[in-house]
C-alpha cells in the first residue's frame, strides 16, 4: 500500500472510533432518561439524586 | 452540570479536531522525503499524538477518580473514576490504532514487541479495557468499587512510565517532538497544527468526562428506583 492509502486507513478507522464512541454516549444517555422518566412517573417519585453504594459504603463506615 | 455545557464541549472539540484534520492534511508542510520511509504517512501523527495527550488526562482523571473513592468515598470520584476509564479506552484504542496503521507504512511492522513505549502504552489501554468490561460484567458494590479503584490507582504508575520511556529507550518509536529542553525538531506549521490538535482534543474529551459522568449519575438514579420498586414502592 501507498503511504497515502495507510493515512486514509488510519484517519478512517479514527473518524469510525469517535463517532461509535459518542454515538454509543448519547444512546445510553436517552435510553437511561426515558427510563427513569418511565418508572418515576408510574411512582409519582420525585428525582432522586443520591448514589446508594456511596451511601451504604457511608452507613457501614458510621457503625 | 448542564446538557447544553456537555454539548458545547463536545461541539467545539469536534470542529476543533475536524480543522486540524483539514490543516494537517492539507495545510501542514511535508516532511523531507529522506526523514521517512512513508512521509505521506507521517501526517497520522496530527491525530497520533493529541489522542495520545487525551489518554493521558483522561488516566489522570481516572487516577483522581479511584483516589477519591477509595479514601474519601466520593460519588463525584466514583463518577470520575468510570468516565476516566472510558475515555481513556476510546483514546488509548485510537492512539493504538492510529500507531499501528503508521507502524505498518513505516517501519513495515505495526508492532515491535521490543519497544517499550509501545508495550507500556497497550498496557494502559488493556488495564482500561478491563475496568470498562469488569464494571459491567460485575454487580455494582462497594467491594466491586474498592478493587477497580485499587487496580486505577495503580495503573496510573504507567502513565509517567510510558510518557519518558522514548527519552530512555528509542528503540521504533520517535523520541518526543514537543517539550523537548530545546527549540524542538518540529516547524512552526507543523507545530501550530499539532496544538490545535492537543487543544482540541482536550475538549472534546471534557465532554466525553462530563457526558460520562452523567450518565454514571443516571445509572446510579435507575438502580435506586429498582431498589425502590423491589423494597414493594
Redesign the interface.
Known sequence: ????S??T???L??IV??AI??WT??A??KN??A??YA??TS?G?E????????L???I??EN | MGQRIRASFLGLGFVGIMSTLYLGLLWAPSVANDAFESPAAQRIFYWHVPSAWASFIAFAVLFVGSALWFFKRSPTGWRLHVAGAEAGLATGLMTVWSGTVWGSAEWGTPWDWTDVRLNTFALLTLLALFLVLGRRSQPDGVETRDTFSAFGLFGFALVPFTYVATRFWVIRHPGPVVATGNDGSLQSDMALVLFIGAISFTIFIIGHILTSMHITKLEQRVEMLQSEIDKGG
Not at chain 1, 500500500?1 to 497515502?4: A, L, N, T, Y
Request: aromatic share 10%; hydrophobic share 45%; no cysteine.
Open positions: 500500500m501507498e503511504g497515502m495507510y493515512l486507513v488510519g484517519y478507522g479514527m472510533g469517535i464512541w459518542t454516549v448519547f445510553r444517555s437511561l432518561e427510563r427513569i418508572i418515576e411512582l417519585k428525582d432522586i439524586e443520591a448514589d446508594s453504594i456511596a451504604k459504603s457511608a457501614n463506615e
